[in-house]
């Protein structure tokens, strides 16, 4: 099915993900880590979308979830217009193509008693995108091509490989089910500078080749704001600033936004604004502070933060802010 430029490919809509504590014998349930707590967004085809924050913040579960690795507490997931978050695993099986994920190691991600031409050819072979070996062979020399590594890279073995090489392996291997969307999940975290530069800049000439859309998933704000074109910034399982990239940088309306992005290295020191260093560390998902859930770090916090939530307010630009400095 075809996707217009202005319907998203993907909504989610007020997810939300607890994991059960369970203790004792009878594993009876003690309490919930609340990772994921109503987030909603969406993406266009083509379209890039960083989901940006701290370890621990709940943005890995939120590509999980969308990935169906395990099922919501609520909340919905829309891909093309068919929800996917309560279709049967039968039902899922032809969508599940549309949807790919490179993650963050590609040391552990690639099985090393296959040789690449296998890891690249499975999906082709699973969701039947090749009618014989001598497509499927031609598909992956394509493959291989489009992510810049050599045509006899197919014959070798996943540890004859570099750290970057392997994540262009992972992304050919992503790109052969002909997906609408990829999930990068820290896909370059684990690479060394200039590797992680040359795997962004492939990743951003596909995009524009192929019509992909990337959600993005980083705790890395320097890369994000190269290859991104908005931002949600994720603390303790909730958005609480989600806006297009130029006007987030430029000009971060969320105290905790404000805080991630003074952390930023510039190439000219004397342009630096003022590092807020944040006190103390993420509170736990278990026990999550009252009121809003930022209000025991923010350095602008306010009486009222204590005990009421801020709502999630949608200012003239149309970025999302949940603050009460920015209530209207
Ligand atoms: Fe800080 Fe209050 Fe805004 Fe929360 S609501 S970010 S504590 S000013």
Redesign the pocket.
Known sequence: MSTSASVPLLEVRQIQKFFPIKTGIFSKVTGHVHAVDGVSFSIKKGETLALVGESGCGKSTVGRSILRLFDLTSGEVILDGTRIDSLSASALRPLRKRIQVIFQDPFSSLNPRMRVHDIIAEPIRNFGLASDQEQIKARVVQLLDKVRLPKDAGERWPHEFSGGQRQRICIARALAAEPDLIICDEAVSALDVSVKAQIVNLLQDLQKELGLALLFISHDLAIVEHMTHRVAVMYLGRI?ELADRTELFSNPQ???TTALLSAVPVPDPKKKAHRIVLQGDVPSPVNRPS?????TR?????D???VQE?RQTIMPSGRMV?????QV
């Open positions: 609480v969320h105290p905790y009121g809003c859930h930022f209000h923010c350095p602008d916090v306010m009222i933060c204590k801020p949940a603050c009460h400095l920015r």
